[in-house]
């Protein structure tokens, strides 16, 4: 798939909730990976990846170099408990080279900055213990994540698609999001259409007439 066509299938997303996504499949979907701060609208990217092996994190750093803007870094950072790998100045560094988020498979920290600054940071859970500059085994850049939480096992490799907003995360290879599109436009827009229809009746208390539509 060419570069054009993987720009149009990211536009084509960001009108999708995963919430329809989650209506037609589980595959891909990343449990207990969650929004940091609220995100009001469906944030949708290539996917660039990153591994930590060990406390030591500069592999982030090259991921965020390499990284083309309006595309989500995911940083596997299992291998650190409870460390996190990720906080404000991190994400400073993301807006200035114009990544369209962060996925963190581990912990974040500092995140009333990174409320303030608004940018889309979906981790696991917040931590106040973090790593810091080590010398050990370095990590790998464009490695392929296993991410298992209970019975849901996900593979995340560089250039899938990630669609995240308030209810989830979900990591598409793209033949698989090329393939899924069309039942997730139609449903979108069947859903809308009743969802904006009662909504008009409710705000007008008419509710008895749209219930005997």
């Not at 037609?24 to 701060?37: F, M, N, Q, R």
Request: some cysteine; overall charge negative.
């Amino acid at each position: 798939m060419d570069k054009i066509d993987i720009d149009t299938l990211v536009e084509s997303y960001k009108s999708i909730a995963t919430s329809t996504i989650g209506h037609l499949t589980e595959v891909g979907y990343l449990p207990d990976i969650k929004a940091l701060s609220p995100c009001t609208h469906t944030v949708v990217g290539k996917v660039i990846t990153a591994t930590l092996n060990s406390d030591n994190t500069e592999v982030i750093n090259q991921t965020l170099i390499q990284a083309q803007p309006n595309d989500i870094l995911c940083i596997d950072a299992q291998v650190l408990g409870i460390k996190a790998c990720w906080g404000a100045l991190r994400t400073c560094a993301a807006i200035y080279e114009k990544l369209a988020g962060v996925i963190v498979i581990g912990q974040a920290t500092d995140s009333r900055q990174i409320q303030q600054l608004g940018f889309p940071v979906f981790a696991q859970g917040i931590s106040a213990v973090t790593t810091f500059k080590s010398h050990q085994t370095q990590g790998v850049l464009a490695s392929d994540i296993y991410y298992r939480f209970g019975s849901q096992s996900t593979l995340i490799c560089s250039g899938d698609i990630a669609i995240m907003d308030d209810d989830g995360v979900f990591v598409l290879p793209l033949d698989l999001a090329q393939q899924l599109l069309p039942d997730c436009q139609t449903k979108h827009q069947k859903d809308e259409t009743k969802f904006q229809l009662f909504f008009e009746a409710y705000k007008n208390d008419q509710l008895d007439s749209f219930f005997k539509r």
